[in-house]
């Protein structure tokens, strides 16, 4: 009668172990499937961004250009303003009203 015991023990422990897995594999692929919170469903694009348009670099500020390429762009500006002014006055006034210009577009 000992014997019958330890085996529906041993069986029983191993139906437990059985449905332990199956209770973790369940709730593995529930945590994977669920909606994040808010209910909303989070789907990954596939299709690539496009670059960033002339206007929105301007409403950025920057004018879209590489720091050099803006640096350049000021200092020909600025030139242009002080020869216009016949190279009179403040060159730090001509050189930020020109970043001004330039940060306008």
Known sequence: MAEK????KSAAAATKKKA???????AKTAAKTAAPAG????????????PATA????ARGDGG???????????????L?????????????????AEAEIKRG
């Open 5 to 8: 015991k330890t085996t529906r």
């Open 20 to 26: 332990v897995k199956a209770v973790k594999k369940t």
């Open 39 to 50: 209910g909303r469903k989070t789907v990954k694009s596939t299709k690539k961004t496009a």
């Open 55 to 58: 206007g929105a670099r301007r």
């Open 65 to 79: 250009w590489k720091p050099e390429e803006r640096q350049r762009r000021v200092a020909e500006a600025a030139y």
């Open 81 to 97: 303003r002080a020869e216009r002014h016949g190279f009179q006055g403040d060159p730090v006034e001509h050189w930020l009203a």
